[in-house]
T-cell receptor, first 111, second 114 residues
Framework: GNSVTQMEGPVTLSEEAFLTINCTYTATGYPSLFWYVQYPGEGLQLLLKATKADDKGSNKGFEATYRKETTSFHLEKGSVQVSDSAVYFC??????????FGKGTRLSVIA | DVKVTQSSRYLVKRTGEKVFLECVQDMDHENMFWYRQDPGLGLRLIYF???????EKGDIPEGYSVSREKKERFSLILESASTNQTSMYLC?????????????FGPGTRLTVT
């Protein structure tokens, strides 16, 4: 079945550091890929998405590129802020089926 | 502002009790979902519904049931709560078709079963 693997956390960075959170997936076909973010005390919200190979999703300074050859969708941000502290979930959906989530990566940014 | 609300943020129940978790969305969405979130396990889908009175099992339906009598409301029922059902429960909704993946989540209910 489909699955998503993302890097173990927690990740702790200083403000303005570069962020990468790795995500790889296994799917039988051509899934759409997503990053969701969960801020403390809140539900998840969609951060960005990519629906086909080589697409780049971007939002709030975060970016991720759909790499079919490496089955990856790594999340990056050039300069993190304290307000980016949250749990980040990589997810996929294939042929309009419910999302399959990774286990989440907790990011803490310190001033 | 779109909204998914859950009936309680925190809930404490005893083993063997019947527990109802309510979720309401105001976006006229067709699809609704119940997940549980546990440390190290991420989000796991319990049940989902594509329409009123319809339900589909997710990955971990055992010990749970659901009810969707109205489009805006999706209830999760623990028939006889057990300590291994202590968890954070998240409800989500999405519109039909292409937007199935763009789910809007509620703030969650942290359930403790003692």
């Amino acid at each position: 079945g489909n699955s998503v693997t993302q890097m173990e956390g927690p990740v702790t960075l200083s403000e303005e550091a570069f962020l990468t959170i790795n995500c790889t997936y296994t799917a039988t076909g051509y899934p759409s890929l997503f990053w969701y973010v969960q801020y403390p005390g809140e539900g998840l919200q969609l951060l960005l998405k990519a629906t086909k190979a080589d697409d780049k999703g971007s939002n709030k300074g975060f970016e991720a590129t759909y790499r079919k050859e490496t089955t990856s969708f790594h999340l990056e941000k050039g300069s993190v802020q304290v307000s980016d502290s949250a749990v980040y979930f990589c997810a996929l959906s294939e042929r309009n089926t419910p999302l399959v989530f990774g286990k989440g990566t907790r990011l803490s940014v310190i001033a | 502002d779109v909204k998914v609300t859950q009936s309680s943020r925190y809930l404490v129940k005893r083993t063997g009790e019947k527990v109802f978790l309510e979720c309401v969305q105001d976006m006229d969405h067709e699809n609704m979902f119940w997940y549980r979130q546990d440390p190290g396990l991420g989000l796991r889908l319990i049940y989902f519904s594509y329409d009123v009175k319809m339900k589909e099992k997710g990955d971990i339906p055992e010990g749970y049931s659901v009810s969707r009598e109205k489009k805006e409301r999706f209830s999760l029922i623990l028939e006889s709560a057990s300590t291994n059902q202590t968890s954070m429960y998240l409800c989500a909704s999405s519109s039909a078709g292409q937007k199935l993946y763009e789910q809007y989540f509620g703030p969650g209910t942290r359930l403790t079963v003692t």
